[in-house]
């Protein structure tokens, strides 16, 4: 492969890469914009969290789109890979509007300020590292299940300290998975040459690291975040 060819392979990861992070933020606000939408309204309040059954059929309803994407992929066209996301973003701030309701909008902002340095931190280093992160990947899974598992335990202790703890393990473990998925979506968009795949898999580049930013906000506010 000649030189030309390698610097056209570069720039087209470097405007992949780019495009990663536009839709993931995209995502962001669509998500916090919904969740505050919804916490602003009793009404709409009301009427998503007055039963467990409309709660669990959000929960599945995620659950469901994420399956969806990322096992028919290769199949689904672009818009459609990206109205999913976009539904996605939705439900989750549906769900998410819980937060406006238990803490404090300053706590709230604030912690969203320490998510975004420590995501910008541990995505810039899986991004520029030389070291090969592949060997996190059996940890990290390893220590989500481990955080699952304890917090189902915690449903039946009620433990605040457990609690605090499994917080703690949570910030550490997507912390880890930040730097991890970065590198790993890096790797991915390397050498992709069909236009339109190149553009999916920048979406669920997108979707990993959402996901690892909504999930490193949660715990942190579990965390330091102030309670009403």
């Given amino acids: 492969m000649n030189s030309f060819s390698l610097e056209k392979l ?41 039963s467990k059954i409309s709660f669990w059929i959000l929960i599945i309803a995620q659950f469901a789109i994420v399956w969806y994407l990322t096992s028919r992929l290769h199949t689904m066209s672009l818009a459609k890979a990206t109205i999913m996301f976009s539904i996605y973003s939705i439900l989750l701030g549906i769900t998410l509007s819980v937060i406006f309701l238990l803490y404090t909008a300053s706590s709230i902002a604030s912690t969203f300020v ?57 910030v550490l473990i997507f912390v880890g998975l930040t730097a991890y998925d970065t590198q790993k979506i890096k790797d991915m968009l390397q050498n992709v040459d069909d236009v339109e795949q190149s553009q999916k898999l920048a979406l669920i580049g997108a979707l990993m690291l959402y996901l690892d930013f909504i999930n490193l906000f949660l715990y942190l506010i579990r965390l330091i975040g102030d309670r009403k």
């Avoid at 919804?38 to 709409?44: D, F, K, P, Q, R």
């Fill in 10 to 50: 570069k720039e087209n990861q470097i405007a992949l890469i780019q495009k990663v992070y536009l839709w993931m933020f995209a995502a962001l606000l669509i998500t916090a914009g919904t969740a505050y939408r919804i916490a602003s309204s009793e009404l709409l309040i009301s009427i998503i969290f007055s």
């Fill in 114 to 170: 320490v998510t975004s340095f420590t995501f910008g931190i541990m995505s810039a280093y899986g991004y520029f590292t030389k070291k090969d992160l592949s060997s996190w990947g059996n940890i990290l899974f390893m220590g989500i299940l481990g955080i699952i598992i304890s917090t189902l335990v915690n449903v039946f202790l009620q433990s605040s300290i457990f609690q605090l703890i499994i917080s703690a393990v949570g």
